[in-house]
């Protein structure tokens, strides 16, 4: 009778899993169905604002983000700004990224976590062509809060910080 319950408890259990969609994407799951902000400033002194939202993607296999920020670099337009989809990546196994801005420009990606702690990992090339290895990092600090760095880690540490705020649930 043991073996039956454990084996029905297994069955049980796998199954949830499945419904529940990609299991390696749950790191998400405290962010989703909700709108966070953020107001800051950046190590130039400009301002920074930002609302982002994620949803799951078709049966839970991906993760869908959308931001709003500002539009414009006399900081007085507000609007949607960008698109990125996350995903499970079966070769490299990590979770990749891709966000497409307004501007067309796209950035790919990889995310990391740790704990519940999200890390995002990509190279950023700036208007001359130079490119710098970037990480924004979203670090839980309970339910409703998130702390927002942006900056250049290496082996785990910050080396430069270029952005500290806070995501507030909405």
Not at 48 to 58: A, D, L, V
């Amino acid at each position: 009778m043991k073996n039956l319950i454990t084996l029905f408890s297994f069955f049980l259990f796998s199954f949830s899993l499945f419904a529940q969609g990609n299991i390696m994407l749950m790191p998400f799951e405290p962010l989703m169905n909700a709108e966070w902000k953020a107001e800051g400033k950046w190590k130039d002194g400009k301002p920074f604002k930002q609302e982002i939202s994620y949803q799951w993607g078709s049966q839970e296999q991906d993760v869908r983000m959308e931001t709003k920020s500002y539009l414009d670099t006399t900081f007085t337009k507000f609007g949607q700004y960008s698109e990125g989809i996350h995903k499970w990546d079966t070769i490299s196994n990590s979770i990749t990224f891709s966000v497409k801005d307004i501007h067309g420009k796209v950035i790919e990606g990889n995310v990391r976590t740790k704990l519940k702690t999200i890390l995002y990992e990509y190279a950023y090339e700036n208007e001359l062509g130079v490119k710098t290895y970037m990480t924004d990092a979203l670090i839980w600090i309970k339910p409703d809060k998130y702390m927002f760095k942006v900056g250049t880690m290496k082996e785990d540490e910050w080396e430069e910080v270029y952005l500290e705020t806070y995501f507030f649930k909405k």
